[in-house]
């Protein structure tokens, strides 16, 4: 099962840690984060990610919707 993944715009500080250091999944619009891939294979390397997110703007969600990230 995939999961979805997409950077929340009006959260997004542009601190490009998400790009930096996943540029196959995130990439830059302007001054905000996006994910370049709407679509991936579970990875609990990209949910720490998120979860180091400053802004928590980095959201993932399983195949039946339920938000795995960012965690509390």
Same mark, same amino acid.
């Given at each position: 099962? !995939?999961? !979805?993944?997409?950077?929340?715009? *009006? +959260? &997004?500080?542009? !601190?490009?840690? &998400?790009?930096?250091? $996943?540029? /196959?999944?995130?990439?830059?619009?302007? %001054?905000? #984060?996006? +994910?370049? %891939?709407? $679509?991936? /294979?579970? *990875?609990?390397?990209?949910? /720490?990610?998120?979860? %180091? &997110?400053? #802004?928590?703007?980095?959201?993932? $969600?399983?195949?039946?919707? #339920?938000?795995?990230?960012? $965690?509390?």
């Amino acid at each position: 099962m !995939s999961w !979805s993944v997409k950077v929340d715009q *009006d +959260a &997004c500080l542009g !601190s490009g840690i &998400c790009a930096g250091s $996943r540029p /196959d999944i995130f990439g830059f619009h302007g %001054t905000h #984060a996006v +994910a370049v %891939t709407e $679509r991936i /294979d579970p *990875d609990e390397d990209l949910l /720490d990610l998120a979860d %180091t &997110c400053p #802004a928590a703007a980095i959201l993932i $969600r399983d195949g039946s919707g #339920a938000e795995l990230a960012p $965690r509390p």
